[in-house]
């Protein structure tokens, strides 16, 4: 069993960074690739990026590439994602997420975190 709690988000202006953490409990966490996704109201959950469970390859979806980061600390068990030049359409819940695979549906991934709010202010 993994759970997963996600931690790190608020209200920033246009422009502005944060950083979500994904803590993990479990001892199998470190075999996991995770993922990140966000929801915005009214509209379906997406990936964000994800990594693998070395760490070795992360991927992005276009609409963050070169603005958004993810990292993780295997010995912490913890996943980062570090959101820069944050932009009002990037409002949404942020969840971690971890499966077998760091791929870009839902349904492969096992265990979700609560999520957690992102809200970029124009």
């Known amino acids: 069993q993994v759970q997963l709690v996600e931690s790190g988000g608020g209200l920033v202006q246009t422009g502005g960074s944060l950083r979500l953490s994904c803590a993990a409990s479990?001892?199998?966490?470190?075999?996991?690739?995770v993922g990140w996704f966000r929801q915005a109201p009214g509209k379906e959950r997406e990936f964000v990026g994800g990594?693998?469970?070395?760490?070795?390859?992360?991927s992005y979806a276009d609409s963050v590439k070169g603005r958004f980061t993810i990292s993780r600390d295997i010995a912490k068990k913890t996943v980062y994602l570090e959101m820069n030049s944050l932009k009002p359409e990037d409002t949404a819940v942020y969840y971690c997420?971890?499966?077998?695979?760091?791929?870009?549906?839902?349904?492969?991934?096992?265990?979700w975190g609560q999520g957690t709010q992102v809200t970029v202010s124009s």
């Open positions: 479990g001892r199998t966490f470190s075999r996991y690739a």
């Open positions: 990594i693998t469970w070395s760490g070795g390859s992360t």
């Open positions: 997420a971890a499966g077998s695979r760091m791929v870009a549906v839902t349904n492969v991934y096992d265990y």
